[in-house]
């Protein structure tokens, strides 16, 4: 059998892990392929891929982690937030980490700066958390003054509190009454969607979030079935029929995380290569689900929009 460092140098095997599931961001391993392929590197190739899926389990991410630490992989891409960075940077300070965040890295204590990460950890900051009050500006400028906005939030994932912060400090600027709600499972999403429409708001604001990423059809079918506009993170719900989403390209993102492992796997450390701050948003706008609820978009916004989904 040959040696790890000489089959690495053949063949490299990675981790990708995730706290979400398979299905629901099929477009983000397609944009994680590209980038390594930037480099030289294509699955199946020259390349193995050990891909593991936590299914929204937090709990589960500790042994996931300590699994592709066990099978020696060259680097560990890790993707769905700061839980799963976190776990990986407790199952290894040697293997190379390549990471997503949605919020500041170097406050989280994932890297010692920006330019100049240290450690084992790189990757990028997709700015979820900055982008929460331009989200429901937008919403606010939509729907009429005066009514509720409702805003769907996770209390289990790290950035909440931040995005909560920063949404009623705008919406008490704007004299906007804000209906906040927590869910972090399906039947909680279910009953959170009762209360919007027995306390009457009028639109929803859907925090950025892994694991409402994964439930992205029910929660778009249930936004669909109460009527109700709502504005996301992530341009996969306007396809899957919400109305709008405001946010970073995220499969740009993962195409960055492609393109870290690569260069990784070519001898650059993780510590030298600078956090990418995701520059690429997207203000993406369904039409048909516009025309459905009776909206009419204001010239302001359309003149911003950068898709249109007829």
């Known amino acids: 059998m040959l040696p790890f460092a000489a089959h690495a140098q ?3 095997t990675i981790g990708f892990m995730h706290i979400a599931s398979a299905r629901p ?3 983000v391993v397609a944009g994680f392929h590209r980038g390594l ?12 891929v050990e891909y593991r899926w936590a299914e929204g389990h937090r709990d589960h991410l500790p042994e996931l982690a300590a699994d592709l630490v066990r099978r020696r992989v060259a680097v560990i891409v890790v993707g769905g937030g700061e839980p799963v960075s976190f776990a990986a940077k407790a199952a290894t300070a040697t293997i190379p980490i390549v990471f997503n965040s949605g919020s500041d890295p170097v406050k989280l204590g994932l890297v010692a700066s920006l330019s100049r990460p240290g450690g084992n950890a790189t990757g990028v900051n997709i700015l979820t958390e900055e982008l929460a009050a331009k989200r429901f500006g937008l919403l ?25 912060k920063e949404v009623d400090e705008l919406a008490r600027a704007k004299g906007r009454p804000i209906l906040l709600l927590k869910a972090s499972s399906e039947s909680a999403i279910d009953a959170a969607f009762a209360e919007i429409s027995q306390r009457h708001a009028v639109a929803l604001l859907v925090a950025a979030d892994p694991y409402f990423n994964s439930r992205r059809d029910q929660i778009v079918a249930l936004a669909t079935r109460h009527a109700l506009p709502a504005i996301y993170e992530q341009r996969e719900f306007a396809l899957a029929g919400g109305l709008m989403s405001y946010g970073t390209s995220i499969t740009d993102a993962y195409r960055q995380l492609g393109v870290y492992a690569g260069r990784i796997l070519k001898g650059e450390k993780p510590a030298d290569l600078p956090v990418v701050q995701s520059a690429k948003f997207e203000l993406v706008v369904n039409l048909k689900t516009a025309k459905t609820l009776g909206l009419t978009l204001p010239s302001g916004l359309m003149s911003i929009i950068d898709e249109v989904i007829e």
């Open 10 to 12: 053949q063949a490299p």
């Open 25 to 27: 961001f099929a477009h």
């Open 37 to 48: 392929k930037e480099t030289g590197f294509t699955e199946k190739q020259n390349l193995s």
């Open 140 to 164: 606010h400028d939509l729907v009429p003054a005066g009514t509720a906005i409702a805003h769907l939030v996770n209390p289990n994932y790290p950035p909440t509190e931040s995005f909560v």
